[in-house]
């Protein structure tokens, strides 16, 4: 018998037709069902409806939040449910057909302090094939730690530490710093039973470039959570301090070739095309290396480095000011 439980579910999104195939999972799955879900309509200056699809006995309603970031559509969804435990979906997700009696075991075994417990992501990659970069990266999630692609928390822990950190624009590192704040404040966090299918969005071939802004955050989350907060929250680390090497040879190569110094701008220049040859090959080797695959390597190898750095400069100045809750650690 499932154990009963009370829970709302909370859906941020900006209007990707993937919603209606989200919500259309929720509805068709078997177990307890949630005494609310809240769709949160977080496009800017939106008119038309919301692509929702077919929700069956689901008790759907919709929130407008106008564009303030995924961070900011979450809060405004856990304010608008009364339920004890508020479960975060993407909308690009679709649920088990036995979700809802695995979330009904999940919350049931949680003691008194855990104030969350997350959901096992999985996401389908081709058979026939070796996967793209983009493909690798979302499949990453699947060991992604405290991922709200789908994540309960209780509700009065939200309350307690605050909710989501809304000055994380982006629906990146929002989430590990929610959880950071949550452990800190003597909760403990969990991964459940349940299972959630994550598909690979489609993606153009600069999404990875695109993706470098979150280079900001981390320097947010630096300041929030000081720099060990990668092993505390389970985050893989980055290529920064690579990005930053790449992108100082390319402007020793440019200074030398201004100032005359051949010798030294060649030799940088030297070390710039190895430096990029081997982050492309990195991204290449485990993919398909089509042509097109190998050629979107190269042209985002070469563009990433000094992107990443600019946007990492930009987030020193953006938040030189922020300060951690509890002073400095």
């Not at 759907?60 to 009364?82: C, I, K």
């Not at 983009?134 to 909710?163: F, H, I, N, S």
């Not at 030297?270 to 982050?279: D, G, I, Q, R, V």
């Amino acid at each position: 018998m499932t154990t009963p439980v009370d829970y709302a579910v909370v859906v941020p999104t900006i209007g990707r037709a993937c919603l209606a195939d989200c919500l259309r999972a929720l509805a068709a799955g078997a177990g307890p069902r949630p005494a609310e879900v809240v769709v949160v309509d977080d496009r800017p200056g939106a008119e038309d409806g919301l692509p929702l699809g077919p929700v069956g006995a689901l008790p759907v309603r919709v929130v407008a939040t106008g564009g303030r970031g995924p961070a900011a559509a979450r809060n405004a969804g856990a304010r608008a449910v009364g339920a004890t435990w508020v479960v975060f979906l993407d909308d690009d997700v679709q649920v088990s057909p036995d979700w809802a009696e695995r979330l009904a075991e999940d919350l049931a075994g949680a003691d008194d302090r855990t104030g969350g417990v997350q959901g096992r992501l999985t996401v389908p990659l081709p058979e026939d094939r070796r996967p793209t970069d983009w493909e690798r990266g979302t499949a990453g999630l699947e060991a992604a730690a405290w991922a709200t692609a789908d994540m309960a928390y209780r509700a009065t822990t939200l309350k307690e530490v605050g909710g989501f950190d809304e000055r994380f624009p982006r629906a990146f590192r929002e989430d590990a710093d929610l959880a950071l704040r949550v452990m800190d404040a003597g909760w403990s966090l969990r991964r459940g039973r349940r299972v959630t299918l994550h598909p690979v969005r489609p993606a153009g071939p600069w999404a990875s470039v695109r993706a470098q802004r979150g280079n900001a955050d981390d320097v947010l989350m630096n300041r929030l959570h000081g720099r060990d907060w990668w092993t505390r929250g389970e985050a893989p680390r980055g290529r920064l301090p690579g990005h930053l090497a790449t992108t100082a040879l390319a402007c020793a190569a440019v200074l030398g070739m201004a100032t005359r110094r051949r010798r030294s701008a060649a030799l940088a220049a030297s070390l710039w095309a190895a430096a990029t040859a081997e982050f492309a090959w990195a991204r290449i080797a485990p993919g398909p290396r089509t042509r097109h695959e190998v050629a979107t390597m190269v042209a985002t190898s070469v563009a990433i480095p000094p992107l990443a750095v600019r946007h990492w400069f930009a987030g020193q100045i953006r938040h030189r000011g922020v300060r951690p809750p509890g002073g400095a650690r």
